[in-house]
C-alpha cells in the first residue's frame, strides 16, 4: 500500500483562489520531491526538499519539508487555469539510498475559471 | 521534451501475450527507471538499472523483467498479461545512480490488455 500519503486525492478551486495540498510519509524522508503531471502527459519534476523545515518557493508555489522530515506541502497562491493538473510528491526514505521513490496517489487539481 | 523518448506510444494486446517497452534515456544519463501508472495504484516504481546493472527493484511481478542494454536504452519485458496489466508505463532517466536526482520522465505507454 501507499506509504506516501496525499490529500487532498482531488482539488477544485476557482480561478485566483489559494490552495494547499500535503504529502505525509510513516517514516522519515531523507528528501521529498514534488512533480506535475498535466492531463495526457508525463510527469515533470518541480522540486526537491532535503533540509529539515526547508521553504523552497517558485513563482506562485511554495513548497515546504516538515522540521521532522516526514511531511511536506504544496501551496499554490492565486490559481491559474495552467495550474491545472495532478501534483505528486515522491519521498526518499532514509532506509532507501538507491532507487525507491515512494510516490504518492496525486492531487488532482481543477481550476474553474 | 524531457529528451527520454518511450516506444510504442500505445499498445494493445490479448491477455496470455507478451510486450516489449522501449525507452532511450536522456544523452548522458546513467539511470533508467520504470515506473507503472494505473487510475487506482498510482505511480508505482518497477526496476532501476544503471550503466547496465539493476540498482533496485519496487513492485515488480516476476511475469515482468526489464534489461539496459550497453547503448544505455532499457527495455520493459511484460509476459502471461492480465487484464490488471492494463497501465501507463514511464521510464525516467537521471544522470546518476541516486534516486535523489531529478527524474525526467518520458512520454510513457499506454498498455492495453484485452
Known amino acids: 500500500g501507499q506509504q506516501v500519503m496525499q490529500i487532498p486525492q482531488y482539488q477544485h478551486v476557482q480561478e485566483g483562489e489559494d490552495f494547499t495540498t500535503y504529502c505525509n510519509s510513516s517514516?522519515?524522508?531523507?528528501?521529498i520531491q514534488w512533480y506535475k503531471q498535466r492531463p495526457g502527459g508525463h510527469p515533470v519534476f518541480l522540486i526537491q526538499?532535503?533540509?529539515?523545515?526547508e521553504v523552497k518557493k517558485q513563482k506562485r508555489l511554495t513548497f515546504q519539508f516538515g522540521e521532522a522530515k516526514k511531511n511536506s506541502s504544496l501551496h499554490i497562491t492565486a490559481t491559474q487555469t495552467t495550474d491545472v493538473g495532478t501534483y505528486f510528491c515522491?519521498?526518499?526514505?532514509?532506509?532507501?539510498?538507491?532507487?525507491?521513490?515512494?510516490f504518492g496517489a496525486g492531487t488532482q487539481v481543477v481550476v474553474t475559471p | 521534451d524531457s529528451g527520454v523518448t518511450q516506444t510504442p506510444k500505445h499498445l494493445i494486446t490479448a491477455t496470455g501475450q507478451r510486450v516489449t517497452l522501449r525507452c532511450s534515456p536522456r544523452?548522458?544519463?546513467?539511470?533508467v527507471y520504470w515506473y507503472q501508472q494505473s487510475l487506482d495504484q498510482g505511480l508505482q516504481f518497477l526496476i532501476q538499472?544503471?550503466?547496465?546493472?539493476?540498482?533496485a527493484k519496487g513492485n515488480i511481478l516476476e511475469r515482468f523483467s526489464a534489461q539496459q542494454f550497453p547503448d544505455l536504452h532499457s527495455e520493459l519485458n511484460l509476459s502471461s498479461l492480465e487484464l490488471g496489466d492494463s497501465a501507463l508505463y514511464f521510464c525516467?532517466?537521471?544522470?546518476?545512480?541516486?534516486?535523489?536526482?531529478?527524474?525526467?520522465f518520458g512520454p510513457g505507454t499506454r498498455l492495453t490488455v484485452l
Open positions: 544523452s548522458g544519463d546513467l539511470s
Open positions: 538499472y544503471y550503466n547496465g546493472e539493476e540498482r
Open positions: 525516467a532517466s537521471s544522470p546518476g545512480v541516486h534516486a535523489a536526482d531529478t527524474q525526467y
Open positions: 526538499l532535503v533540509k529539515s523545515g
Open positions: 517514516t522519515t524522508l531523507s528528501n
Open positions: 515522491a519521498g526518499l526514505r532514509t532506509t532507501d539510498s538507491w532507487g525507491k521513490l515512494q
